[in-house]
């Protein structure tokens, strides 16, 4: 589909400003609305073969999207980095300066609206008054600003001329991030160095938004610890690419490497090359970061670590798309492992959180509730006696204690005794995004509270197991504190027995699953009496809380949303495989009435035509609740079964219709022949009666 620009003055059309490109990858967009414009792009892209299967919603990837061998948290968490850091970029016109058979340079000075991607290289403070669209020419521009630094690829914006048309979207995750105002926007105002034989262009980006500045340097800082974290061990060939395709919200995609550009392995601190990859782009994606992790041994053994370049064209070999020279810093001594290692633990613990948000797991009745309360020292949260759930939505709740404001979320409990455990599971999901939505600059400590007297049973096993599943293995080790409730009965108990006997005592005699349950808390453990009016033992309790979750605190583990969105693949798993039935209910019942109709209907081919539509619905709507986890692809093959079920009919049902009609077009023909043979036939008969007409006048003139 070509749509014309009217603002140009020549009726060039889209279909040949993205071929004038070549091999770049830039996508050119229509007048119209800018999202309509995307989406309508990638939907009618020809260029992959599997309709963008490969492209990765930013918000699903995960470390199952990668290989099994490169399963790493710190290559994991490198790349969500570099996500975070990632653009959109929105160029509105094509530089004059633009050399002659350079990509767009029919069309110099012209305004020609097309997409890119690139990614936040370096943040650097402003000098005199902010250049900024709403400072520059004001009589009272800010003094205070920064310069974002987005490296991005030459041919995605040129010069001074375009970066003044260029706006940059950040965080430009998802189709609601938009609507969220969760997308920032900067508009650039000049080019810090551009390099035409290296594809390479530093973009440079005025804002006063400090909030915005000091988000960024975090996710700078983050990523130049993790580039060196990542185990030789799992350095490779892979290659991954993020970008926004067709002005798409973020994608992900994977490969391999193919080749890589000679370069000199004796450098000292540095080296420079070129290398092809099998990882999937599109237009759009022209100046994406390029993740890769390098073997070292192919640099000499000196060693490097992951890093990123502008990608610059697509299919340049067969399917294998290509970036400009990326800079891989060599190892150097004056970092040593162990600073390294400090240094990224500093990173961690950077951030002093005064502020604690308890969150409170654990299956209706164990007392969560009056646990909240006794930590808040006053009573907030409903908690009655039985076992009954009385908690219907998360609550949260604040005080003060020594200094330090401590926030308690109560959740509805796991097992909730008034719905099916796939509705309670699906709720606990819903809750754990709420609570991880109010966490920010906050420290988050779980605690899993068990009721003292209570046996630890399998459904608390498979509870504990849910919990890994979802948000990671090592989250109970590092992240979670072990909550006994109802300490009253224990000092019942040990009165009973022996008035010297410790709760640490009783710790030491538990075995089985219960042990290794304390062995992987690593002996984090707290008894609690929620009942207690004593405000000795009250202070002690919390204290001995605050205590363990400070130890947490000083290893580095903090639970974030960026760990949160490492496990979002596999929530939206649990979620699909919940789910399940109903689509497959919805599947079932569609597939009946299809067949149905069509075995009623198998001569109307406009009605076949609709029910292709209603599988082509169906399939859709099946994606859509897959939400890329392949839970449900059997529902996806049936579908698939059914549509090609619907379409060989209408194909046949054309095919019958089409001879059926040259039958009648050559019947119709062989009718008029007959009609112009009698016509024919009819006229000559005509003549020679005429003619004997004339012969008989002829022959009776004489007697006359």
Same mark, same amino acid.
């Given at each position: 589909?070509?749509?014309?620009?009217?603002? +140009?003055?020549?009726?060039?059309?889209?279909?040949?400003?993205?071929?004038?490109?070549?091999?770049?990858?830039?996508? %050119? +967009?229509?007048?119209?609305?800018?999202?309509?414009?995307?989406?309508?792009?990638?939907?009618?892209?020809?260029?992959?073969?599997?309709?963008?299967?490969? @492209?990765?919603?930013?918000?699903?990837?995960?470390?199952?999207?990668? *290989? !099994?061998?490169?399963?790493?948290?710190?290559?994991?968490?490198?790349?969500?980095?570099?996500?975070?850091?990632?653009? #959109?970029?929105?160029?509105?016109?094509?530089?004059?300066? #633009?050399?002659?058979?350079?990509?767009?340079?029919?069309?110099?000075?012209?305004?020609?609206?097309?997409?890119?991607?690139?990614?936040?290289?370096?943040?650097?403070?402003?000098?005199?008054?902010?250049?900024?669209?709403?400072?520059?020419?004001?009589?009272? *521009?800010?003094?205070?600003?920064?310069?974002?630094?987005?490296? &991005?690829?030459?041919?995605?914006?040129?010069?001074?001329?375009?970066?003044?048309?260029?706006?940059?979207?950040?965080?430009?995750?998802?189709?609601?991030?938009?609507?969220?105002?969760? %997308?920032?926007?900067?508009?650039?105002?000049?080019?810090?160095?551009?390099?035409?034989?290296?594809?390479?262009?530093?973009?440079?980006?005025?804002?006063?938004?400090?909030?915005?500045?000091?988000? +960024?340097?975090?996710?700078?800082?983050?990523?130049?610890?993790?580039?060196?974290?990542?185990?030789?061990?799992?350095?490779?060939?892979?290659?991954?690419?993020?970008?926004?395709?067709?002005?798409?919200?973020?994608?992900?995609? /994977?490969?391999?490497? !193919?080749?890589?550009?000679?370069?000199? *392995?004796?450098?000292?601190?540095?080296?420079?090359?070129?290398?092809?990859?099998?990882?999937?782009?599109?237009?759009?994606?022209?100046?994406? *970061?390029?993740?890769?992790?390098?073997?070292?041994?192919?640099?000499?053994?000196?060693?490097?670590?992951?890093?990123?370049?502008?990608?610059?064209?697509?299919?340049?070999?067969?399917?294998?798309?290509?970036?400009?020279?990326?800079?891989?810093? %060599?190892?150097?001594?004056?970092?040593?492992?162990?600073?390294?290692?400090?240094?990224?633990?500093?990173?961690?613990?950077?951030?002093?959180?005064?502020?604690?948000?308890?969150?409170?797991?654990?299956?209706?009745?164990?007392?969560?509730?009056?646990?909240?309360?006794?930590?808040?020292?006053?009573?907030?949260?409903?908690?009655?006696?039985?076992?009954?759930?009385?908690?219907?939505?998360?609550?949260?709740?604040?005080?003060?204690?020594?200094?330090?404001?401590?926030?308690?979320?109560?959740?509805?409990?796991?097992?909730?005794?008034?719905?099916?455990?796939?509705?309670?599971?699906?709720?606990?999901?819903?809750?754990?995004?709420?609570?991880?939505? !109010?966490? &920010?600059?906050?420290?988050?400590? @779980?605690?899993?509270?068990?009721?003292?007297?209570?046996?630890?049973?399998?459904?608390? /096993?498979? &509870?504990?197991? +849910?919990?890994?599943?979802?948000?990671?293995?090592?989250?109970?080790?590092?992240?979670?504190?072990?909550?006994?409730?109802?300490?009253?009965?224990?000092?019942?108990?040990?009165?009973?027995?022996?008035?010297?006997?410790?709760?640490?005592?009783?710790?030491?005699?538990?075995?089985?699953?219960?042990?290794?349950?304390?062995?992987?808390?690593?002996?984090?453990?707290?008894?609690?009496?929620?009942?207690?009016?004593?405000?000795?033992?009250?202070?002690?309790?919390?204290?001995?809380?605050?205590?363990?979750?400070?130890?947490?605190?000083?290893?580095?583990?903090?639970?974030?949303?960026?760990?949160?969105?490492?496990?979002?693949?596999?929530?939206?798993?649990?979620?699909?495989?919940?789910?399940?039935?109903?689509?497959?209910?919805?599947?079932?019942?569609?597939?009946?009435?299809?067949?149905?109709?069509?075995?009623?209907?198998?001569?109307?081919?406009?009605?076949?035509?609709?029910? @292709?539509? #209603?599988?082509? !619905?169906?399939?859709?709507?099946?994606? #859509?609740?897959?939400?890329?986890?392949?839970?449900?692809?059997?529902?996806?093959?049936?579908?698939?079964?059914?549509?090609?079920?619907?379409?060989?009919?209408?194909?046949?049902?054309?095919?019958?219709?089409?001879?059926?009609?040259?039958?009648?077009?050559?019947?119709?023909?062989?009718?008029?022949?007959?009609?112009?043979?009698?016509?024919?036939?009819?006229?000559?008969?005509?003549?020679?009666?005429?003619?004997?007409?004339?012969?008989?006048?002829?022959?009776?003139?004489?007697?006359?």
């Amino acid at each position: 589909m070509a749509a014309a620009f009217p603002h +140009l003055e020549e009726r060039c059309t889209i279909a040949q400003l993205r071929k004038d490109q070549g091999l770049h990858e830039c996508e %050119v +967009l229509g007048d119209g609305p800018e999202a309509e414009e995307s989406k309508l792009a990638w939907e009618i892209c020809d260029k992959t073969e599997n309709s963008h299967d490969n @492209f990765i919603p930013i918000q699903n990837f995960s470390e199952y999207h990668l *290989p !099994s061998r490169f399963h790493n948290t710190s290559l994991l968490r490198f790349i969500l980095v570099i996500a975070e850091l990632t653009v #959109r970029l929105r160029i509105s016109h094509v530089s004059a300066a #633009r050399p002659d058979g350079y990509i767009f340079a029919s069309y110099k000075g012209k305004n020609v609206p097309f997409t890119g991607s690139g990614w936040v290289y370096k943040i650097l403070p402003g000098e005199g008054p902010c250049p900024c669209h709403d400072c520059y020419g004001s009589q009272r *521009p800010k003094f205070q600003w920064w310069r974002c630094i987005v490296l &991005t690829a030459c041919h995605v914006v040129y010069d001074k001329e375009e970066a003044k048309k260029t706006k940059v979207d950040l965080f430009y995750d998802t189709d609601k991030s938009l609507e969220d105002n969760k %997308v920032k926007t900067l508009y650039g105002f000049g080019v810090e160095d551009n390099n035409l034989t290296d594809d390479v262009c530093l973009l440079q980006c005025a804002t006063h938004d400090e909030d915005l500045v000091n988000n +960024l340097k975090t996710f700078i800082e983050e990523y130049e610890l993790l580039k060196w974290d990542v185990p030789e061990s799992i350095m490779s060939t892979i290659c991954v690419v993020i970008s926004h395709p067709h002005g798409e919200p973020k994608k992900v995609t /994977v490969g391999e490497i !193919s080749s890589m550009a000679s370069f000199d *392995p004796e450098a000292s601190y540095l080296v420079e090359y070129m290398y092809t990859y099998s990882a999937e782009t599109c237009r759009g994606s022209s100046g994406a *970061p390029i993740v890769c992790a390098v073997s070292r041994k192919k640099l000499g053994s000196k060693g490097v670590w992951p890093g990123a370049g502008p990608h610059s064209f697509g299919h340049v070999e067969g399917t294998l798309n290509q970036c400009g020279p990326g800079i891989f810093y %060599v190892e150097a001594e004056l970092l040593s492992k162990t600073m390294r290692r400090d240094s990224l633990r500093n990173l961690k613990t950077a951030t002093k959180f005064a502020d604690i948000i308890f969150l409170l797991i654990g299956k209706t009745g164990v007392g969560k509730s009056a646990l909240g309360n006794a930590i808040l020292k006053q009573s907030v949260f409903r908690s009655d006696i039985g076992m009954a759930s009385v908690t219907n939505n998360i609550s949260f709740a604040t005080s003060e204690f020594k200094g330090k404001t401590l926030k308690v979320a109560d959740m509805m409990g796991l097992e909730d005794t008034r719905m099916s455990r796939n509705e309670g599971i699906e709720l606990f999901l819903k809750q754990m995004q709420e609570a991880m939505s !109010s966490a &920010t600059g906050k420290y988050l400590a @779980f605690l899993l509270v068990l009721r003292f007297g209570m046996r630890f049973t399998e459904e608390d /096993v498979n &509870t504990i197991a +849910l919990l890994k599943y979802v948000f990671g293995t090592d989250f109970v080790r590092q992240n979670c504190i072990l909550v006994m409730t109802y300490g009253d009965h224990f000092e019942d108990e040990r009165r009973e027995m022996d008035k010297e006997f410790t709760f640490e005592d009783w710790c030491q005699m538990q075995y089985g699953a219960f042990k290794e349950l304390m062995e992987e808390c690593e002996h984090r453990v707290l008894l609690f009496d929620n009942k207690t009016r004593k405000k000795d033992l009250q202070d002690q309790q919390i204290e001995k809380l605050l205590q363990m979750v400070n130890k947490m605190q000083a290893k580095g583990d903090k639970y974030t949303d960026r760990d949160f969105l490492l496990s979002q693949a596999v929530r939206d798993k649990i979620s699909v495989e919940l789910k399940e039935p109903e689509v497959r209910e919805k599947v079932w019942r569609e597939e009946g009435l299809v067949i149905r109709e069509l075995e009623e209907k198998k001569f109307d081919i406009q009605y076949l035509k609709m029910l @292709f539509m #209603r599988t082509e !619905s169906l399939m859709r709507y099946v994606k #859509r609740e897959d939400k890329g986890s392949d839970s449900l692809q059997h529902l996806k093959l049936r579908v698939a079964t059914l549509r090609k079920t619907v379409e060989d009919a209408v194909r046949i049902l054309s095919t019958v219709n089409e001879l059926r009609q040259r039958a009648h077009a050559r019947e119709q023909e062989v009718n008029d022949n007959v009609q112009l043979q009698r016509q024919w036939f009819a006229q000559q008969l005509a003549l020679l009666d005429k003619m004997q007409e004339e012969r008989c006048s002829i022959h009776e003139e004489p007697k006359r």
